[in-house]
């Protein structure tokens, strides 16, 4: 999207992941012998700052192991995915949920599809409900869905639609924000 400020790739690169994931988990390792760690297991993790949702389940619960093998993570812990609505199937969302994503983000951004192409949204108003309710399907009981306020052109009362068509999917948080546009995005 045009707004965003987080580094982009349009391509999969395997062997990049692959790296990345490998030294991730190598930080964590080093910073849980940290004097300021504690011995308290982690009681939330949350992937997120863009779309980690194009990680493959298997390397979300590679990241997830990581975290458990260097500070562990409480039985309960809410482990959190940001995904925005044309990045999963019914099918990633149950393997996600199955690696041990307990809670999804959607970046649903509007339910207005006239503002979603004004964003660039690759997804229209449909498929963020159906994301949301195959969410459901996938056994997610606490998703959370973000909207976006003060568009170039948007009139408080089309704001408001997608605040009311949010509350009625009956998500449990939603998080309104400011279009902030910074330069060079």
């Known amino acids: 999207c045009h707004f965003c400020y987080?580094?982009?790739y349009t391509e999969?690169?395997?062997q990049e992941i692959?790296?990345?994931?490998?030294?991730?988990a190598r930080e964590m390792e080093l910073y849980s012998r940290s004097p300021a760690i504690t011995s308290r297991p982690l009681n939330f993790v949350y992937f997120g700052g863009g779309t980690p949702s194009l990680l493959a389940a298997e390397?979300?619960?590679s990241i997830i192991h990581a975290c458990r093998q260097a500070f562990g993570v409480a039985p309960?812990?809410?482990v959190t995915l940001e995904a925005n609505p044309e990045t999963v199937t019914a099918d990633t969302l149950r393997s996600f949920r199955?690696?041990?994503v307990t809670r999804l983000s959607f970046g649903v951004q509007s339910f207005r599809d006239d503002e979603l192409r004004r964003l660039t949204r690759l997804h229209g108003a449909d498929r963020a409900r159906a994301a949301y309710r195959e969410a459901r399907a996938a056994g997610f009981d606490n998703v959370s869905l973000d909207l976006m306020m003060w568009l170039p052109?948007?009139?408080?009362s089309e704001w408001l639609e997608s605040v009311d068509e949010a509350i009625a999917l009956g998500p449990e948080h939603l998080s309104l924000y400011m279009l902030e546009v910074y330069p060079n995005s």
């Open 153 to 156: 052109g948007q009139q408080v």
């Open 18 to 24: 692959e790296d990345y994931l490998t030294l991730l």
């Open 12 to 14: 999969k690169n395997s």
């Open 76 to 78: 309960d812990a809410e």
């Open 6 to 8: 987080f580094r982009v």
């Open 59 to 61: 390397e979300v619960h």
């Open 98 to 100: 199955h690696a041990g």
